[in-house]
């Protein structure tokens, strides 16, 4: 398996082998309306290698128990993949320890656990909590939640028209109120990448906890924890080709161990009577019930996959996409791309001159070419950019310039029909 | 595919779409109801002005959409004037079936030019994902004229 991987990077040159890469993704090679599928939709969730796909059948099939309960072989076996899973979570985000990785359903459950857990019962009324202009509703909502619930303050840090984080405002936002800042590491829409080891940085002087939002970010340059120094940094499995169904929420241990269980059942328990429970450390403190196992087997194959292939070598790929696709779509007379941050990953937003983007996504459909047409779950950066909704190309491992010449031959199709 | 597309997209819908009538707020609107797509974000507000006899005395409408909800929308504020909210219920549940592909039988006769009308938006039922684009102002009108303020496909 090894031998093969390495030859998806070219030992001479360090060319990244795009037809290697993309055998290993069987959706690419589907059709769809007649044309071959342009999947250019990896921002909401990303296409899966066989080695994924054929690793979790393997554990479904022959793998397959409860973990954590079974005095048994096989559920023995189950639990020692499901821990050496994260391990390898651990271990990919340079994680102190295998402790501080928590299994959620996603990124969403991964903020509301911390909103919960450590909002409910570190921050007060007044204190202020500080995100971005330009979050996902993820991270929008749960704090919302909590400043409903008991008063907390919520600052936006504003981003300039071309998408790029304002340091300088967002560092005036900065006050010994302020005590959790929640970013993203990548927004969703722009692509812009944000500065976050600035971000922790500048919040540690007024005494902040940090969370960071990895939707994006992981997926296109990875992370190290120990490095960035945040306390939180959430991300999910199946943007990173893995399996949909579980998330990842990393937490300083200290912190991780001060704050009270947000889920109560089994697993998460070290006694219980019915006048008073007492719980386990993190990670077991946070997964109430059976967790996602072969989700977490999946995501491992996933991340030792990615691994393999070099993460590197992936956003390299991924910029000369972006670069060849903003030329190409820049060439489209009426095309306005949003988001022209300095620092940006494979996702291209865009408006097309009277035609909205539900159509384009439906006319293009047609061509086989898969897009996001939206609000993008982030409406605050939308009316920020005085639109409704965009079309959204975003790019993967395997995406070629196949995709994006068809994607551009498409868009040319829909403005003919709209004359 | 490039069939169902030219009928989704045909010249009459693409027309409406660019050039919707009733694209405003008449004079004296006595009812108002906002018609929100989530999935979208895409909102219409149709105006209403009810006579004493529940009957539609005039329409108008605004907002942002696709194509095929400015166009959807811009029929229906052509047909309903000088229609009873009673009328309106019933033609709603025909065009329903209509963008769903449902059967909606025989129709009675005084509603006959309507349906005309209303069947260029029937291309919708080969684009499910489509439906609540072509249904989001009929929901709006409802809400307005049972004085909700708020409609949502959702």
């Not at chain 1, 795009?18 to 290993?24: F, S, Y």
């Not at chain 1, 499995?237 to 990393?250: E, Q």
């Not at chain 1, 609000?375 to 959204?392: E, I, K, S, W, Y």
Request: charge should be negative.
């Amino acid at each position: 398996m090894t031998f093969e991987i390495e030859n998806r990077i070219s030992a001479s040159s360090g060319d990244y082998n795009i037809g290697l890469i993309r055998d290993d993704f069987p959706a690419l090679s589907l059709e769809c309306n007649g044309y071959p599928l342009a999947f250019l939709d990896s921002g909401a969730s990303a296409q899966k290698p066989s080695k994924v796909l054929e690793r979790m059948d393997h554990a479904y099939r022959n793998e397959y128990a409860n973990v954590h309960r079974g005095a048994y072989t096989l559920s023995q076996q189950a639990t020692d993949n499901y821990e050496h899973a994260r391990k390898t979570v651990a271990d990919f985000m340079n994680a102190k320890t295998a402790d501080e990785i928590i299994f959620t359903r996603n990124v969403t459950s991964a903020i509301n656990l911390v909103a919960h857990s450590y909002g409910r019962n570190f921050l007060k009324a007044g204190d202020e909590v500080i995100i971005s202009h330009m979050e996902h509703h993820a991270n929008i909502v749960p704090w919302q939640l909590l400043m409903e619930a008991i008063g907390i303050e919520l600052k936006i840090a504003p981003i300039d028209d071309a998408g790029n984080f304002l340091l300088e405002d967002f560092e005036k936002l900065l006050s010994p109120k302020t005590k959790l800042v929640a970013i993203t590491h990548v927004s969703n829409v722009l692509g812009t990448i944000v500065p976050i080891k600035t971000i922790v940085q500048l919040a540690r002087k007024v005494g902040a906890k940090v969370l960071i939002d990895g939707c994006q970010g992981i997926v296109h340059e990875g992370v190290d924890v120990q490095s960035l120094d945040a306390d939180f940094y959430a991300f999910t499995g199946h943007k990173l080709y893995g399996p949909s169904g579980i998330g990842v929420l990393w937490g300083k241990i200290d912190i991780l161990n001060s704050m009270p269980p947000y889920e109560g059942g089994g697993d998460m328990i070290e006694t219980v009577t019915f006048e008073k429970s007492t719980f386990r450390d993190a990670p077991a403190r946070f997964e109430a019930g059976t967790p996602p196992i072969i989700e977490a087997v999946g995501l491992a194959s996933a991340i030792d996959y990615v691994t393999d292939v070099g993460m590197d070598n992936i956003a390299i790929h991924e910029n000369n996409i972006l670069k060849y696709a903003t030329s190409c779509l820049s060439a489209i007379e009426g095309l306005r791309i949003i988001g022209n941050a300095e620092k940006k990953i494979g996702i291209i937003s865009f408006e097309l001159d009277g035609i909205h983007p539900h159509d384009i996504s439906t006319i293009i459909d047609s061509k086989g070419v898969a897009v996001r047409a939206g609000h993008h779950c982030a409406q605050p950066l939308m009316d920020r950019f005085g639109v409704p909704a965009t079309t959204r190309a975003s790019f993967g491992m395997y995406t070629n310039e196949g995709d994006i010449d068809q994607l551009a031959e498409a868009l040319n199709y829909a403005k003919g029909i709209f004359g | 595919m490039e069939d169902s597309l030219r009928e989704l997209y045909q010249e009459v819908i693409l027309d409406h779409g660019k050039n919707p009538r009733n694209f405003a707020r008449p004079q004296n609107t006595n009812y108002q109801a906002d018609g929100n797509n989530p999935l979208c974000g895409d909102r219409l507000t149709i105006f209403v002005k009810l006579g004493a006899d529940n009957i539609i005395e005039d329409v108008g409408f605004d907002g942002r959409g696709c194509a095929i909800s400015i166009a959807s929308a811009s029929i229906m504020t052509d047909i309903v004037k000088g229609r009873s909210i009673e009328q309106i219920d019933i033609l709603f549940s025909i065009f329903h079936k209509m963008c769903t592909g449902e059967d909606f039988g025989k129709a009675p006769s005084e509603f006959e030019d309507d349906i005309d009308k209303l069947m260029v938006m029937s291309g919708v039922k080969q684009f499910p994902m489509r439906v609540k684009c072509a249904t989001l102002s009929w929901h709006a009108m409802q809400a307005a004229v049972r004085g909700d303020e708020i409609a949502s496909t959702e």
